[in-house]
Nanobody, 120 residues
């Protein structure tokens, strides 16, 4: 079994920064695309950013130039550096990963989510 555990959420003032981390654990052979999604109050879950195993990145237009996704393959961890945060960034942020585990199956996993609140 594979688990994704997020950390780093919290309350921050507009213009501030936060760094989210998501560590994958379990019987992992390899992890392909990792990403961050978010779901704000009354909204559907939406893509924030993704990163391939080789480092190719993709961002939602709303976060381009403010957020940076990165990963450490040795640690099975993905990060999201969030700068210049706005109140509209307030949401529960979820980690997502495509994982090949010991059974050799490729499966998609979600973390439990971490709350990010941007407010003065």
């Amino acid at each position: 079994q594979v688990q994704l555990v997020e950390s780093g959420g919290g309350l921050v003032q507009p213009g501030g920064s936060l760094r989210l981390s998501c560590a994958a654990s379990g019987t992992i052979i390899s992890i392909y695309t990792m990403g961050w999604y978010r779901q704000g109050p009354g909204n559907q879950r939406e893509l924030v950013a993704t990163i391939s195993r080789t480092g190719n990145t993709n961002y939602a237009d709303s976060v381009k130039g403010r957020f940076t996704i990165s990963r450490d393959n040795a640690k099975n961890t993905v990060y999201l550096q969030m700068n210049s945060l706005k109140p509209e960034d307030t949401a529960v942020y979820y980690c997502n990963a495509d994982v090949v585990h010991l059974s050799a199956l490729l499966e998609n996993y979600w973390g439990q989510g971490t709350q990010v609140t941007v407010s003065s």
